[in-house]
């Protein structure tokens, strides 16, 4: 029992650390279609009929009663917005997602809302009209009566109460079914208020760091609303660019200058749904210190419980950063003070101060990643008897009194269930561990990744975890998977001696549903010759170990290693940027001077409670990348597996990725002299490029296939010298650059070859295209996304193009740079036929003589 009571005391502690919101992540259905939603937390404007009352405007939801939809009472009118239908959702919530469904009626509906708007409200009286990035408030619906088509709500929104408000034109009869998505509000915060964002001007461009989404009112102050500082969303270390394409310069950030506060601090004022008991609070920050911008210097925090302030405040000193320009998140401690409001000031610390998101933790906050289901007498999150716009029911009193019971005899079963499968944890790891002294054989895990099984057999072959199911559609209610998208193309079946999967008839799902795989997980695949087709299997090679030792499968001391940062985060673990005292006598190679000064290495974990499969994935990781011994490929330097976390020790290029490190650049004018740092030369380029092509040569030989490579997957030593890694994915900063396909799969489609996108075939051939997309961000410095222009269905839809080869396809324009040679070779990666491109010992040859 006693262990038992440690564990709910640490899964609430993890729960307070985790209470940001992640709006990847929080996409889940909030109870319109399955019912969690009670029917008297629906209303509408109007009914046309008792048949088609607010109850019935559910998604996808049929009880037999009723007509299968909400019609107004009026037909709708373009410029009357008078008819709704409203949702209470009892307590704040972080809405990212809507869906909309015309009438069912037993196959006899006919009306739907070709388009509508949405409002949302946080207490019931003030409503706030959604618009979108550029201003828009009129969301595209449906096109029949019988599809869901989901939009994102970008930015998201914080709310309990939700309007849907149908707009036709011409006048005409419609009908509604919806759903909302997203997660628990925990946070509590309701609005917070602070000076306007103001203009910098910098190296001759504009940059607006004002809170562009806020939906307070706006004058020379924020005020009683919330906006970019909430949207879970956190800005790059270059606050000129932006995760989100097509805005302009600073869009991420909230800014001010010391210039326009004679006090020298900004004051931030935030409003809660009520008192908590608040522990921490957490600021991002940028902090390019050699831009004018640092973070805080100091945070003064006053609490207030009701009428009056409290004298005594929390201070908080921060010590000055001018080593790291990363932006990051400081963590003030709260002190575990009680208050419904909290004032705090921010001083200056340099000439700009500039914010991109604030959280606070507090002692009744957990994992909002993830909702428990809720009865439909029960509001989520809290007690109905905590809430007082909750009616309660008193002849429901014993069946609420009973369900309490049960969920806590749940908990204790799950508890029980937890320590049983601890216990058995320990012994898939001793048994794990012997696998690294096995022989390496790997499987080609297409069926996994592969996008050639339908969405529905998937989900027939695997049971689902979770009440709720989370989904992660696109912008396009027309999205298709890319295997229904070729099975549409006429020439497929006509065409001869294409490549084809050799994976088992029946899917096997490593990891779940709801987890998309690593991406850049390496198979070592060779080519075979079969009659009528060719077919990829895969052959265990046998890579030589280093002479003496094999020095990556060293265990090392953990203690000898102290956190700097986390570099980024996946769904089995961790990235972090450490320093490693006495780490030279494991990555030295029997010759030089072995020096004690600790250097920085990057360590990537696996979380502690990952399952077996992602333990003996890290370990297959581990024994693979062991044996790869070229200059321009990351080294494993040493591991730590005697004990959880797993960890592998690599080497960490102290100029970070070449992404970064190339968009902080201009290209150096020919037969100009360099006139600052931040000037880089076509030669120096092309040389980056070369070692690149060198460290793929290298993979090439042993047939090992990396199916990720991209700048974001190169690192950038001292004298520009490149290291190809693969863990860029796990970086919050490069999300934008992977497309989600409906939950399972994570894939860099824009450095994609056409087959790995229709066929889901990886190949050395495969990685060509994409060093050929590589070289293309090397020679326009990283300054824009690959088919920036293009949606990524766009992109999908150009992949086949490709396919049916008819001249259609779209390419990467010629950089600004580049030589008609250079450019004739990216074309030559781009070939539509996979035996026609370079291998990677032509491309380095090309490269070393430009």
Known sequence: ?????????VLLLVGAVKSQVNPAVCRYPLGMTGGQIQ???ISASSQWSESTAARYGRLDFDDGDGDGAWCPDVMAEPNNLKEFLQIDLRTLHFVTLVGTQGRHADGAGKEFAQRYKVKYSRDGTRWVSWRDRQGRQIIEGNSNAYDVVLKDLEPPIIARFVRFMP???PSMIVCMRVELYGCEWLDGLVSYSAPAGQQMTFRGQKIYLNDTVYDGAIRYSMTEGLGQLTDGSWGLDDFTRSQVYGVWPGYDYVGWTNASFPGGSVEMTFEFDRVRNFTSMKVHCNNMYTWGVKMFRRAVCYFRSDSDWEPSPVVFKLKADNISPSARFVTVALGNRMASTIRCRFAFNDIWMMFSEIAFQS???VYNTSLVPRKRNQTPGILPGDDPTHKIDDSNT?????????????LFAIIIIILWRQVWQKMIEKASRRMLNDELTVRLSVQR??????????SSDVESTSTYERIFPMGSSDYQEPSQLLRKLPEFQATENLAVIDAPSEPSMTHPTNEAPHYAEADIVSQQEAAGAHSYRVTVVNMPLSPGRDGALEEFPRERLTFKEKLGEGQFGEVHLCEAEGIQEFKKDHSGDISDEPILVAVKTLREDANKNARNDFLKEIRIISRLRDPNIIRLLAVCVESDPLCMITEYMENGDLNQFLSRHELQEEGLPAGNSAAISYTILIHMASQISSGMKYLSSLNFVHRDLATRNCLVGTNNTIKIADFGMSRNLYRGDYYRIQGRAVLPIRWMSWESILLGKFTMASDVWAFGVTLWEILTLCKEQPYAQFTDEQVIENT?????DQNKQVYLPKPHCCPDSVYSLMLSCWKRNAKERPTFLEIHSTLMTN
Not at 449 to 458: I, K, N, Q
């Open 167 to 169: 707009v036709t034109d």
């Open 39 to 41: 029917d008297e937390d």
């Open 363 to 365: 002692d009744t906050a």
């Open 449 to 458: 990744e592969a996008f050639t099984h339908r969405h529905s057999s998937l």
């Open 398 to 410: 014993r069946i609420l009194i009973g369900c309490l019971v049960a969920i806590i005899v749940i």
């Open 1 to 9: 029992m006693f262990q038992m009571r440690q564990y709910l005391i």
């Open 800 to 804: 086949g193009e490709f396919f049916r």
